[in-house]
């Protein structure tokens, strides 16, 4: 079975500061990566995802994240936060032969402080 | 696109009440997952139906909980009887195996039971 640990349970930065957040799966098979972001009391969307091709992947606000399969990771980075990023952010996975089923992380909440 | 739609957002019900959440998928959509939401637990996946047909539900708690499909445009989450554990942000998501797999996710039925 496969499982998704995101390490850092609470982030706390200053506005401008550089985000990097960790993301670690277990899984013997080729794997589909996300992640979602949920802002405060709202439903969770979709930042970015990786199926194949370039590791590494732009998404939506200015995230990126890098697939190194050699680590099973795939960390979230954003070179400047916003206070508007505060969050919480789920990395999630889904075996690659069925796309659809996915496992989520514990997430990770992050405050930035203005 | 409206986005998977789910009723009713917030619920206040007494223990041993019934309980039936709703969802509307995103037309077109294949896959349809129920999603439980808890501070303890993160997020779980309860079930999920392809094609109106339910595929995994073992992610459901107990019996008190049941799931129906009766037509691609509609599913239904019961809790009967309701207990207070039962407390959380229930997500209904879905998507499409033929349009990228990305799911899609609502905005959420907040459930508390006293």
């Known amino acids: 079975a496969q499982s998704v640990s995101q390490h850092n349970h609470h982030v706390i930065l200053s506005e401008a500061a550089s985000l990097e957040l960790g993301c670690n799966y277990s899984?013997?098979?080729?794997?589909?990566l996300f992640w979602y972001v949920q802002y405060p009391g709202q439903h969770l969307q979709l930042l970015l995802k990786?199926?194949?091709?370039?590791?590494l992947v732009k998404g939506i606000k200015g995230f990126e994240a890098e697939f190194i399969k050699s680590k099973f990771s795939f960390n979230l980075r954003k070179p400047s936060v916003q206070w508007s990023d505060t969050a919480e952010y789920f990395c999630a996975l889904a075996p690659g032969n069925a796309g659809n089923m996915l496992t989520f992380g514990g997430g990770t909440r992050l405050m930035v402080k203005p | 696109d409206a986005g998977v739609i789910q009723s009713p957002r917030h619920e206040v019900t007494e223990m041993g009440q019934e309980v039936t959440l709703r969802c509307k998928p995103i037309s077109g959509h294949d896959y349809l997952f129920w999603y439980r939401q808890t501070m303890m637990r993160g997020l779980e996946l309860l079930i999920y139906?392809?094609?109106?047909?339910?595929?995994?539900d073992s992610g459901m708690p107990e019996d008190r909980f049941s799931a129906k499909m009766p037509n691609a445009s509609f599913s239904t989450l019961k809790i009967q009887p309701s207990e207070p554990r039962d407390s959380a942000v229930y997500f209904c998501?879905?998507?499409?195996?033929?349009?990228?797999?990305?799911?899609?996710f609502g905005e959420g039925s907040w459930l508390t039971v006293v």
């Open positions: 998501a879905s998507s499409s195996q033929t349009l990228g797999n990305t799911i899609y």
């Open positions: 139906f392809n094609n109106n047909v339910p595929i995994d």
């Open positions: 899984y013997g098979g080729t794997v589909n």
């Open positions: 990786y199926f194949s091709g370039d590791p």
